[in-house]
């Protein structure tokens, strides 16, 4: 007997696949095929779900922000607000996002092509967002700034495999080991 899967499981398994492959190659360089092929459907199916690629973009990145804003607010419920503790917030938001570099590197593209303006419209609600949540965790605007400016870092670093390939470079090494901290392990 075989098992169908519901549409909610396999919009899920395509999402999750279009995560990986525009991880990979960007907004513009990923066509609905090469996420048809990643997620093992065609690619009429993918556009019958999600219309375009652009909108399947849209939800990916709408998406990965979210699964950002979230971490810090599962951090922020356990912690209260202390000057000069925005690093160890950072850290403690940041060490599983770490574990899924395609999240965050969704992000990266998704910023990338703020050209796109409905991509700009995501990103900038996004942020936005994100900002809300760590001003009610009790954040300065210069905290929230600090932590935002050190995530987009981190972001830069994992995007250009800077713990990987900072072994070969002692200045990248250095700015990776007091950029991450304890994330890096």
């Given at each position: 007997?075989?098992?169908?899967?519901?549409?909610?499981?396999?919009?899920?398994l395509v999402?999750?696949a279009a995560?990986?492959?525009?991880?990979?190659?960007?907004?513009?360089?990923?066509?609905?095929?090469?996420?048809?092929?990643?997620?093992?459907?065609?690619q009429?199916?993918?556009?019958?779900?999600?219309g375009t690629?652009l909108?399947l973009?849209?939800?990916?990145?709408?998406?990965?922000?979210?699964q950002?804003?979230?971490?810090?607010?599962?951090?922020?419920?356990?912690?209260?607000?202390?000057?000069?503790?925005?690093?160890?917030?950072?850290?403690a938001?940041?060490t599983p996002?770490?574990?899924?570099?395609?999240?965050?590197?969704?992000?990266?593209?998704?910023?990338?092509?703020?050209?796109?303006?409905?991509?700009?419209?995501?990103?900038?609600?996004?942020?936005?967002?994100?900002?809300?949540?760590?001003r009610?965790?009790g954040?300065?605007?210069?905290?929230?700034?600090?932590?935002?400016?050190?995530?987009?870092?981190?972001?830069?670093?994992?995007?250009?495999?800077a713990?990987?390939?900072?072994?070969?470079?002692?200045?990248?090494?250095?700015?990776?080991?007091?950029?991450?901290?304890d994330?890096?392990?």
């Open positions: 007997m075989t098992v169908r899967m519901s549409a909610d499981h396999r919009r899920e999402l999750q995560t990986r492959a525009f991880a990979r190659r960007g907004y513009n360089a990923t066509s609905t095929d090469e996420v048809a092929q990643e997620a093992g459907v065609s009429p199916y993918v556009v019958r779900i999600f690629k909108e973009f849209l939800q990916v990145f709408e998406r990965a922000l979210e950002v804003r979230l971490a810090f607010e599962q951090v922020l419920l356990h912690a209260a607000p202390a000057a000069g503790n925005g690093r160890e917030l950072l850290s938001a940041y996002l770490i574990r899924d570099r395609d999240l965050l590197q969704v992000t990266m593209h998704g910023f990338s092509a703020g050209h796109v303006p409905r991509i700009a419209a995501v990103a900038r609600t996004g942020l936005g967002r994100i900002h809300e949540t760590l009610g965790g954040w300065s605007e210069q905290e929230v700034r600090d932590v935002v400016a050190r995530g987009m870092l981190i972001n830069v670093l994992l995007s250009i495999g713990p990987e390939h900072g072994v070969s470079d002692p200045a990248l090494a250095e700015l990776t080991a007091v950029t991450l901290g994330a890096a392990q």
